[in-house]
């Protein structure tokens, strides 16, 4: 099943700080998605309002052609999944629990636990290769691991887009790797609509179908990579002179900056 994500007109804010204002933006149906810019340009407060965990102060969510804030929660949860930054598991949870915990908008007084739940449970541990792991409490895994139980709970979920708030912080980068490549797996094998933010521009441009670029709260520019990721935009967004060249292993765009102490021979943007 498919389902249609966008904003319009958004406006955020928290208390009299507007974070982000006047923005529009749809997400490309069973596409990766990854939204990109400096601190405090509203990436994750626009992915929590994607959630509905933030309420706009003006404009709309639509999910599916309706407006995400009028749909009950558990109808919301059973279409959309969200993965926070550095979510933290209760002491001792084993990572068995803590993915059947997805199945929870799924569940009710008069429907309980059944065998589509487990498989649903057991299919999301074969998918992000935790099942050897299922025994195991989640505050002893490896980053890599725990990112996995963390993405394999909202799998289990069984929702059609997947909401990821910079997945691979505190990952060092063979975990990065490994988790962005089963995000990749998830998308083309299950056909799932994938929106993420991420800091590294060169894994950004890697890994998205539909590149993002914020700045000060708008979108400043969106389309491909190949397309979006340019010097200028680099200079103009995050204020970083560089020089974007072709990745020899993916052919996407790759970022080199030019720090003080390494820009001699920088060439000039002007000409």
Known sequence: MTMELRAERLRL??????????????????????????????????????????????????????????MPTR???????????????????AVIDLVTRGRSPHQNWWRQWSTGDELSVLGALRAT??????????????????????????????????????????????HQIEVLD?????????????VMVLHDLNHASRYADHLVAMK?????????????????LVQDVFGLRCQVVTDPASGTPLVIPYGRHHAADAPSLAG
Do not use: F
């Open 13 to 70: 804010a928290y208390d009299a700080r507007v974070v982000v204002d006047g923005l529009d933006l749809e997400i490309p149906t069973g596409a990766v998605t990854v939204i990109v810019g400096p601190n405090a340009c509203g990436k994750t407060t626009l992915l929590r309002a994607l959630g509905r965990l933030v309420t706009p102060k003006a404009g709309t969510v639509h999910l599916d052609g309706r407006a995400i804030h009028s």
């Open 182 to 194: 089963l995000v990749v797996d998830l998308n083309r094998q299950q056909q799932r609509t994938v």
């Open 129 to 174: 290769s935790m099942l050897e792991h299922a025994s195991r409490p989640v505050d002893e895994l490896s980053g890599g691991q725990r990112q996995r139980a963390w993405i394999a709970m909202a799998l289990a979920q069984e929702t059609p887009i997947l909401l990821l708030d910079e997945p691979t912080t505190y990952l060092d980068l063979a």
């Open 216 to 232: 000060a709260g708008r979108i400043a520019a969106q389309g491909p990579p190949a397309e979006v990721m340019t010097a200028e």
């Open 75 to 93: 109808e919301v949860a059973r279409r959309l999944g969200i993965l926070p930054q550095a979510p933290v598991a209760p002491d001792g949870l």
